[in-house]
Structure formats: C-alpha cells, structure tokens
C-alpha cells in the first residue's frame, strides 16, 4: 500500500462538494461491499491479499465534521487503491464515465515526463481505444488490424482525456457513458470499456508468463479476448523505454458492472515481452490451416515437380486474421493455376497447412472464376 498522504485544502474542498451518494455509489463499482448501515453513515469494507479494509461514509452533508470525515474517506480509500487523491477525485467527479487511469513512473523531477515518452503515451493510448473498439465490432480476433472503419473513429473521438496530473505522470481517459436501465444492452461505450479491460488483463497475463521464456503462443492463445499486435504495441508505447506504469479501471458508478475494478501494473521486463509480442505478431503466420486470399508475385519453379510462390492478402488462421504475403510451396498442377492466375492478374484463394511461415500441403486452390482442388 501507499504510505499515509495527507489531503491538500483543495482536494478536501472539491470532495466536500460530492454528495454522499456519489461517494456511495464509487466505493460500490470499485469492489468495496456495504457492512453496515448506521444511523447517519454507511460502513464499507473491501477485501485484499493483505487484509481487509473499512470506510466510512457519512450520510448527510449537513454533519458538522462532514469535512474531516470526507478526508478520512479519501486518504483510506486513496491508500487502498494505491493511487494519489488527486486521480481517486477525477474517478467522483466524473460519475458518469467510464475511466481509464493510466500513471506513468519515470525518473527524474516529480510530475513531470521526457517529451518522446509522453508523445509515445498519448499514441498508445490512442491505439488501444481504437484497437478495442475495432475488436468489439469485427466478427473474428485480428492478429493485425489493418485500415479501421470510420465508425471505429468516430467513436474513439468521443473520449476525453483528464489534465496530466503531479506525483507521478497520470492521465485518464474518458468514455461517458449515458444512463441505462441495467437490465438493457451496454451502450457502446462499456462495451468497448469492457473490451479494453479484457484486452489488458489478457496482455498482461501473458506478458508475465512469457517474462522467463518467451513463448508467442501465449499471446495467440489469447487473440479471443482482444490480444494483437495492435494492442501490444498499444502497451508498449505506453512504457517507451521501458517506463513502468499502471492501468486501472473503474466503470461509471451511475451504471453498476458486474466486472471487478482492477488495477494492471506493466513492468520493465513486461513492456520488452510486449514489445516482441507485438513485432512477432505482425509477422506471424501461425501452424496449422491457413487460408490467404489475394494477389500472385514471385513465382518460382522448383528443382523437380511444383514450385513456389507469394500471395499478398488477408489471411486466415485458427487464432484471427492478419494481411501480409506469405510463401506458398505447390504440386506442378496447382503451381501451373498460380502462375496463370498472376498472368491474368486475378486473385486467389489459397488454403492449407502452415509451417514455419509458410504453406505448404496445399489442400484447395481458387482463382476468381474456377475452382482446382487436390
């Protein structure tokens, strides 16, 4: 936990602003469960690895120590979650969204950051609201996305972004989410939310698996829940010269999430993983079948029957889709429908096993307008 802060006559001013609901209402998103119910104040509690914690919250604003209970309130709370009082007060100020603090350690002078780190931030930021929100709406997991759809943007315009804040370097993204009845359909702004937090909480499980031998089949396993190398390369901006910082999550309180608030802390070594994860995934062409679609190039005959040749497109694996070229190796026969397909400049579809980066046991070839299969 942090050590004891102490409340600035700023901080406790704008929190002696908030209702006793508001207060109420964030202890109940963040994971903290109602003990009791006094007279004049609710007792909160909330469980921990290393013990549990309780605060109090004050039922009326008219109490005479209303204040100084306010200030317990925001230093307990503040310790608990592990973040400066400053970050816990954007969270009740802005109750109607869903937010997405993300704390920066650098050396050198408090609240402040080199400039590339911050641009490299920023981007990653950026990245992974795009990244997840593109995720949410294409029907299959993307190893690569490539071009997003306007619609991706448009929504990624709507987020805010929450002033940088002193003690360490913290910025907080904003999705405002309007008032809903909970029994409806999210709107879209949890959803992508909920994306996001699935996302990093799948990179930052297999980044700490991967930290002693790195293994790129922990991050395929996982393209399901929104990993690729979009969103790693999201998070490794986020840390550019292995910076370590923390992302944490905490859902609106004016619409409740059945999923914990959680707070993801990305090391040194953890952003190196990611980093190569994300540069891997770029490339990969993943064992197993693969379909590619797309346009014929260097066409090779080989020593002996067949040949080889490349294919550029949008490809198909067990784990997502990606856009790249890849090497085909062809029986004669199927070799011969390549090499007429790239004189008359028509596309093909190409599936079979991957090995290595590379296809080979061509199991079924299509060019635009015929059909050959082995």
């Known amino acids: 936990m942090m050590p004891p802060v102490i409340v600035s006559a700023d901080e406790l001013s704008a929190a002696s602003a908030l209702a006793p609901e508001t207060l109420s209402q964030y202890l109940s998103s963040a994971g903290w469960e109602l003990e009791q119910s006094l007279e004049r104040a609710t007792l909160w509690t909330r469980r921990e690895d290393d013990g549990d914690f ?109 002033t940088p804040r002193a003690g360490s370097w913290a910025i907080a993204a904003q999705l405002a989410v309007p008032r809903a009845d909970v029994n409806a359909d999210p709107p879209l702004a949890r959803r992508v939310s909920l994306q996001m937090h699935r996302a990093v909480r799948a990179c930052y499980a297999a980044s700490g698996e991967a930290q002693r031998n790195f293994d790129l089949g922990l991050f395929l396993r996982l393209t399901g829940e929104g990993v690729s190398a979009n969103v790693c390369d999201a998070l490794a901006k986020l840390g550019r010269d292995g910076v370590p910082y923390d992302v944490r999550f905490n859902w609106a309180s004016q619409l409740p999430s059945s999923v914990p608030p959680r707070s993801f802390r990305f090391s ?47 490809i198909s694996t067990v784990y997502g889709s990606s856009e790249r070229s890849v090497r085909v190796l062809l029986p004669d026969a199927l070799y011969q429908q390549l090499v007429d397909a790239h004189g008359r400049r028509r596309h093909v579809r190409v599936t079979g096993t991957a090995v290595r980066g590379r296809i080979e046991r061509v199991s079924h070839v299509e060019v635009l307008g015929g059909v050959t299969e082995t």
């Open 54 to 162: 309780q605060v109090l919250v004050p039922g009326d604003r008219d109490l005479r120590d209303y204040a100084s209970r306010v200030s317990d309130f925001l230093t307990t709370v503040a310790a608990v979650e592990e973040r400066p009082i400053r970050l816990l007060l954007d969270d009740l100020e802005t109750a109607g969204a869903d937010t997405l603090s993300f704390r920066l350690m650098p050396s050198g002078p408090s609240g402040t950051i080199p400039l590339f780190n911050a641009v490299d931030a920023l981007a990653g930021v950026r990245e992974l609201v795009v990244a997840s929100t593109y995720a949410l709406m294409s029907e299959q997991p993307m190893l690569v996305q490539g071009r997003r759809p306007d619609s991706a943007l448009d929504f990624a315009r709507t987020v805010r972004l929450g």
């Open 268 to 314: 040194t070594r953890r952003i190196e993983v990611l980093r190569t994860a994300a540069e891997q995934l770029k490339v990969a062409v993943p064992d197993g079948e693969v379909t590619v679609e797309g346009q014929v190039s260097r066409l090779r005959r080989d020593i002996g029957e067949g040949g080889q040749a490349t294919v550029k497109g949008p």
